[in-house]
């Protein structure tokens, strides 16, 4: 039928060559008509003067017959002839309906009843013969008479296969489906480069790398003829965080565990982590949940994340205490202390934990009753503009005891993150640090158009915070700390070359700890025990083999992140920079990434007006950005006072 077709067609538009092709199912019967494409060669088209859209034609088949011009028919063949049922196994599916329901129904109840009398059955036996048949009769009716799904409705017990279906499709598809590199949001060969080293396994690649070099978007750092040799043991591994206003500045590793509460995690997840961080001296962050007592047992160093909700520093009305916060600030662990404005994955989001949920740890961690509902509100009250945040940061800092305090933000605006700049300018006050948050950022719950469309990833986000700082002089005043999406040792080299001084991971430990991206974080469901309070989940996660996967995880990453700075011929990471990594455009063109993401020079954003301002002539078309957000970022903090006065 098909051939005849095509012949016909071709015919009649007179082409030398055509290729037909069949979009649909195989069915007259089924739901949705056959869509017919002729592929007409361009040879043909020249030839004739056409113009012609692609496809080039398009036939809606309905009643599995075709004409031609000439209004010939097309003669059915045998296999047209055949019943659906024969023909196309989904048609079994459409088949069914209440009324076969009904008939098969009254069919194994029949069957049932002869087999009961044939046999002469006991009580006990016919109970069991029927059994089967009433359940089908009790699944099906109340699939007819729920009001919630149509396809049960229409399709009763039968239609119950697409549900179970969807349930396996995950898993079907993450093992059976895709390859090594389809997976998302980490492939597989990202999340097998981290289970081999925190197994302390040969995380070797043999015969060569996977990735098509071609492909656009393909990245790579360049090499040195000239390697150097550095010790992942070295200082130069290390960065100290706090300037001269800390009197208790912190040693930190170029790469430390990333903000995930407690609660979101379970007891043992805090625990194994904690204690990894204690075994590889590197720090692990709190996330906004508070401090919580798993967090102090194994002795690790800590980053208390500070968020809206206060947890840990607060009074019964939700508002900051400084009470309080000098009673956790004070214990030995807490080495800085981290204010949260937003985070990649939710920005500008707030929470809600249900009091069916606070458990004794829970409100013990977080100070609050466990017979309320938990908040935490999209912004902060303890300030209300960038100028009071600077000096509620330095607030922070003389209750902590001189500990270094920084701010966590995931970029959206630039002329708001202009005002927090100018702020600081203006005040004279800084974070010791700041925390780049890539809207690729992971989270155990979020709206996915928050998760999928708000937010600055990392790249452009901390190229954007890196070139504020550096525009105003006040670069060497602070640390910058990437996290969204890291996992190699290439992230962390493609991050510090972009102005980051050292990286924060939360899924990369997380898949130390044995996660398996089942995508089950915010059902309380997790298999590995990560993600829930369940305890007979929890006891899966065992804290002694788990915390030794987290310090291997650190060791072979911050170990193979030392060797290829020294394969380029770098002598410290601080020598990174964006024109030693490059990346190809399209399948002829590569470039490196100064090309696009080149930080401005220092005070070049003071002095673009000025006559010194000729210097940076080669960024004129950037300061005419900067230059106007930053304008803008002066606005709002005028206009911010002004508020405040009235």
């Given amino acids: 039928f098909f051939d005849r077709l095509k012949f016909k067609m071709a015919r009649v538009l007179r082409c030398r060559s055509a290729s037909l092709s069949v979009i649909a199912p195989r069915s007259s019967t089924a739901m949705f008509p056959c869509v017919f494409t002729m592929n007409i060669s361009d040879e043909d088209v020249k030839g004739k003067g056409w113009v ?14 075709a004409s031609t011009r000439n209004g010939d028919k097309v003669k059915p063949s045998k296999s047209m002839n055949k019943t659906s049922s024969e023909t196309y196994f989904p048609d079994f599916i459409h088949a069914w309906g209440r009324g076969t329901f009904a008939s098969v129904g009254a069919g194994l109840t029949g069957l049932a009843a ?30 007819m008479s729920q009001r919630h799904h149509a396809i049960l ?6 239609g119950r296969m697409r549900y179970l279906l969807e349930t396996l499709r995950p898993e079907i598809h993450q093992y059976f489906v895709e390859n090594d590199r389809d997976g998302r949001p980490f492939n597989r060969q990202k999340r097998a480069n981290v289970y081999q080293r925190s197994k302390n396994m040969e995380a070797t690649m043999p015969f060569g790398t ?36 800390c009197s208790q500045p912190y040693s930190a590793s170029i790469f430390n565990i990333s903000a ?20 590889g001296n590197f720090f692990h962050n709190t996330g906004e949940g508070g401090v919580s007592r798993f967090h102090l047992q194994p002795g690790g160093d800590i980053v208390w994340n500070i968020g809206t909700g206060y947890f840990g520093c ?12 000098v009673e956790t600030a004070s214990k030995p662990n807490i080495r800085m202390i981290e204010l949260k404005l937003s985070q990649g994955a939710k920005p500008g989001h707030g929470g809600l934990l249900p009091k069916e949920k606070i ?48 701010m966590k933000l995931c970029v959206g605006r630039p002329e708001e993150l202009a005002a927090v700049v100018h702020a600081m300018v203006t005040t004279g006050l800084h974070p010791d640090f700041i925390t780049v948050d890539g809207a690729e950022g992971g989270t155990g719950a979020a709206p996915p158009e928050f998760s999928d469309s708000i937010g600055m990833p990392l790249i452009e986000g901390l190229t954007l915070v890196n070139s504020f700082l550096r525009g105003v002089g006040i670069r060497d005043k602070m640390r910058l700390i990437g996290s969204g999406r890291i996992t190699s040792s290439f992230d962390i080299i493609r991050t510090l070359s972009l102005g980051a001084d050292m990286c924060n991971s939360a899924r990369g430990f997380m898949f130390s700890l044995g996660c398996i991206q089942a995508l089950m974080c915010n059902t309380n469901m997790c ?21 030794t996967r987290v310090f291997n995880y650190h060791k072979h990453t911050v170990k193979s992140t030392m060797e290829m700075i020294g394969a380029m011929g770098l002598n410290s990471p601080e020598e990174l920079e964006p024109s030693l990594i490059y990346r190809r455009i399209d399948g002829f063109k590569a470039s490196h990434f100064e090309k696009f993401y080149t930080p401005l020079r220092t005070n070049s954003i003071l002095m673009r007006d000025s006559d010194a301002g000729d210097l940076y002539d080669d960024q004129l078309e950037q300061l005419k950005d900067f230059g106007l957000w930053w304008e803008k970022g002066k606005e709002i903090n005028a206009k911010f006072a002004q508020s405040s006065t009235a």
């Fill in 52 to 65: 012609v859209h692609k496809p080039a034609i398009q036939i809606r088949h309905l009643h599995r017959s």
């Fill in 114 to 143: 002869a087999a009961i009398y044939q046999f002469d059955m006991s009580l006990l036996g016919g109970a069991a013969t029927l059994a089967p048949v009433a359940l089908y009769w009790k699944a099906g009716l109340g699939d």
């Fill in 153 to 158: 409705r229409n399709f009763p017990l039968l």
């Fill in 210 to 245: 996977r990735k098509d070099v071609t492909n656009e978007g393909y990245e790579w750092a360049g090499h040195s003829l000239w390697p150097v040799h550095l010790d992942d043991t070295s200082e130069s591994a290390r960065v100290l965080v706090g300037g001269e206003t």
């Fill in 260 to 279: 995930m509460s407690y609660g979101a995690l379970s007891d043992n997840a805090i625990l194994a982590l904690n204690g990894g961080a204690k075994r």
């Fill in 314 to 325: 607060r009074n019964l009305d939700g508002s900051f205490s400084a009470e309080k916060f």
């Fill in 359 to 406: 458990s004794p740890a829970i409100a013990e961690a977080r100070g609050v009753p466990m017979d309320q509902d938990c908040n935490s509100p999209p912004r902060h009250s303890a300030f209300n503009n960038p100028v009071e945040m600077m000096y509620f940061i330095a607030k922070l800092r003389e209750l902590s005891g001189g500990k270094p305090v920084g």
């Fill in 527 to 547: 298999p590995t025990g990560i993600t829930t309070n369940q305890p007979h989940l929890m006891k899966g996660l065992v804290v002694e083999t788990k915390e």
